[in-house]
């Protein structure tokens, strides 16, 4: 699913200011490519003006910039453009640029709603550890560092998790 961010928006500068602090779109842009490693995703930028320095941004993230107009005004143009808006997620904390988006058929994330997603894609599950053999390893052969409650077909017994667990009476 792309993402589409509304760049300057999200990291809280103005073109003008972003010109003379590189480093907080830089930063911004790394981040989303972390998480991207992480989660997957198409993600691109949209920041208002031109590009100041000609900047390649880090792997995984396009960055467009909207001059002449406006990055809400490139956004919404190219919502109309593509042919499935609906498939696109637009990230802002712009309530009038939410609304539009959503009126062009995009759904709208926030960026609190926004990182709480990625934070659970990106979140490993746990671990079910496999039955142990007399000698410590687990039946696929890698080596295990504790032995669970759990004999050799899998069953579990709830006194022996109790015991593991340091929640039995004695």
Do not use: H, Q
């Amino acid at each position: 699913m792309p993402y589409w961010f509304d760049g300057n928006n999200l990291i809280g500068l103005s073109a003008n200011a972003a010109k003379t602090d590189r480093r907080t779109r830089v930063e911004f842009l790394s981040a989303l490519s972390e998480w991207r490693g992480a989660a997957g995703g198409r993600l691109l930028v949209w920041f208002d003006g031109d590009d100041p320095a000609d900047m390649t941004p880090p792997p995984g993230v396009l960055v467009r910039y909207s001059a002449p107009d406006s990055a809400d005004t490139a956004i919404c143009r190219r919502l109309r453009e593509i042919g499935r808006p609906g498939e696109v997620i637009v990230v802002t904390n712009d309530r009038e640029l939410a609304s539009r988006c959503r009126n062009e058929g995009a759904s709208i994330l926030d960026w609190n709603r926004f990182t709480l997603r990625i934070r659970a894609r990106s979140a490993a599950p746990p671990r079910v550890a496999r039955p142990t053999t007399g000698s410590g390893r687990r039946t696929d052969g890698v080596l295990k560092t504790r032995r669970t409650p759990a004999d050799s077909s899998g069953t579990v017994d709830v006194d022996d998790w109790l015991r593991f667990f340091g929640m039995n009476k004695n």
